[in-house]
């Protein structure tokens, strides 16, 4: 069965600095891969997909993700963070069916 | 609407009780579906919708738990005799289609069992 690893419960990084929040998932062939983004006593927010093609993906608020498939690997970075990113993220996989399975996300803190 | 919209927000019932939840999806969206979020989380898949039709329950964690989506919009999650260990966040769901398709998000309802 297919699963999704996000090895870091939380990381904390300083405003302005560089950020890459790490996923490892388990499936024999690419799966839909997504980064979403949730904020407190809200749902969750698409960030950005890889379907196929171009392995460098672009999402939204300045977030871009890489698949990695000899690492089985779409580790979330940005070059640059704001106050503002403080939340939980969220890798997840979908192999083509209906479920789509998350991993347990990884929670950002940002210091001034 | 413009997007998912989950209600009740909160909602504290008392160990026994029945609970529903109702879910209103992005008009036009086929498919829906129920996540469970315990504390510390990711959403765990409980039910999938298409249009009306329930085609996998395989996350409902008993038979306590029922949805349903008569019309193929609204959906309602209900939960029979509610246990302590059923507090949670419950999350709605809705896409386009399935697959690859990514998912629009209620803010959920939190569920507290006392």
């Known amino acids: 069965a297919q699963s999704v690893t996000q090895p870091d419960i939380h990381i904390t990084v300083s405003e302005g600095a560089s950020l890459e929040l790490r996923c490892n998932y388990s499936?024999?062939?690419?799966?839909?891969l997504f980064w979403y983004v949730q904020s407190p006593g809200q749902g969750l927010q698409l960030l950005l997909k890889?379907?196929?093609?171009?392995?460098l993906v672009q999402g939204i608020k300045g977030f871009e993700a890489e698949f990695k498939r000899s690492q089985s690997s779409f580790n979330l970075r940005k070059p640059s963070v704001h106050w503002s990113d403080a939340a939980e993220y969220f890798c997840?996989?979908?192999?083509?069916?209906?479920?789509?399975?998350f991993g347990a996300g990884t929670r950002l803190f940002v210091k001034a | 609407g413009a997007g998912v919209s989950q209600s009740p927000r909160y909602k504290v019932a008392k160990r026994g009780q029945d609970v529903a939840l109702r879910c209103d999806p992005i008009?036009?969206?086929?498919?829906l579906f129920w996540y469970q979020q315990a504390l510390g989380q990711g959403p765990e898949f409980l039910t999938y919708?298409?249009?009306?039709?329930?085609?996998?329950k395989s996350g409902l964690p008993s038979d306590r738990f029922f949805a349903e989506r008569p019309e193929g919009s609204v959906s309602t999650l209900k939960i029979q005799r509610t246990q302590q260990e059923d507090s949670a966040v419950y999350l709605c769901?809705?896409?386009?289609?399935?697959?690859?398709?990514?998912?629009?998000f209620g803010d959920g309802t939190r569920l507290s069992i006392l």
């Open positions: 997840a996989v979908n192999t083509g069916g209906f479920k789509t399975i």
């Open positions: 769901a809705s896409s386009l289609g399935s697959g690859g398709e990514p998912q629009h």
């Open positions: 890889y379907f196929s093609g171009d392995t």
């Open positions: 008009s036009g969206h086929v498919s």
């Open positions: 499936y024999g062939a690419t799966p839909y």
């Open positions: 919708f298409q249009n009306e039709a329930q085609l996998d």
